[in-house]
């Protein structure tokens, strides 16, 4: 059974910094491509990032500069790191896993809320 489950979400000031971490089990962590969504109150979900089972990295413009994504596959982890951190970048984060449209996995979410 796969699980992806996410942590690291919070609460934190405009400028500021969170790590997003996912960790993932029941599956071979290595050979899928690996994604951060977000999703804000009445918006749909949009790509923030994303890494290839190869490692290459992909962003949004919106947060190209600002947010680094990351996979350790030791550990079965993909990592976003966030800085600069704007109100508009508050939202659900979903953790993505992808090899084929059939095989595709969702984790529950995390919530970061940037605000003074």
């Known amino acids: 059974q796969v699980q992806l489950v996410e942590s690291g979400g919070g609460l934190v000031q405009p400028g500021g910094s969170l790590r997003l971490s996912c960790a993932a089990s029941?599956?071979?962590?290595?050979?899928?491509?690996m994604g951060w969504y977000r999703q804000a109150p009445g918006k749909q979900r949009e790509l923030v990032a994303s890494i290839t089972s190869g490692g290459s990295t992909n962003y949004a413009d919106s947060v190209k500069g600002r947010f680094t994504i990351s996979r350790d596959n030791a550990k079965n982890t993909v990592y976003l790191q966030m800085s600069n951190l704007k109100p508009e970048d508050t939202g659900v984060y979903y953790c993505?896993?992808?090899?084929?449209?059939?095989?595709?996995?969702w984790g529950q979410g995390t919530q970061v809320t940037v605000s003074s």
């Open positions: 029941g599956m071979i962590f290595s050979i899928y491509h």
């Open positions: 993505d896993a992808r090899r084929s449209a059939s095989d595709h996995f």
